[in-house]
C-alpha cells in the first residue's frame, strides 16, 4: 500500500518559508506536501549554490511568463478598443478587471524579486 512508504509528522517553519513553498507549489501545479518532499529530496542531490540557480531559473521562467501575460493583455486591450465601441459601462469594469489583474501580477513579481534577494543574501 503507498500509504505504508509515509509517516505523517507535524512540522512548524516560518511564515516567510511557508509563503515560499506554497508559492512554488502552485507555480509548479504540486501540493504543498509535493513541494516540501521534492525539496527535501534536492537538498540531498545538490549543493546550496546549485539550489539557489535552479531556483532563481524559476523565478526567471515565472517572471518571463508574467511579462508576456502582461503584453498579451495589452495588445488585447486595444484590439477591443479598436474593433468597435464599447459601452462605457463594460469598458470600466474590464479596465477595472485588468488593473486589478496588473497589480496581482506587480505584487507576485515584486515579492519574487525580494526572495531572490533574500535567498541570494542568505548564501553569500
Do not use: C
Amino acid at each position: 500500500m503507498e500509504e505504508d512508504r509515509y509517516i505523517r509528522i507535524t512540522l512548524r517553519i516560518p511564515k516567510d518559508l511557508h509563503f515560499k513553498l506554497h508559492w512554488f507549489a502552485e507555480e509548479t501545479s504540486k501540493s504543498m506536501n509535493a513541494e516540501i518532499v521534492y525539496r527535501l529530496e534536492q537538498s540531498f542531490k545538490s549543493s546550496p549554490n546549485e539550489q539557489l540557480l535552479s531556483d532563481k531559473a524559476v523565478l526567471s521562467a515565472v517572471i518571463q511568463n508574467q511579462e508576456t501575460l502582461i503584453k498579451s493583455l495589452s495588445s488585447l486591450i486595444k484590439t477591443v478598443i479598436e474593433s468597435k465601441p464599447v459601452p462605457d459601462s463594460e469598458l470600466k469594469e474590464a479596465t477595472a478587471l485588468i488593473i486589478k489583474a496588473l497589480g496581482a501580477v506587480d505584487e507576485r513579481t515584486d515579492a519574487l524579486l525580494k526572495l531572490v534577494k533574500t535567498d541570494h543574501a542568505d548564501s553569500t
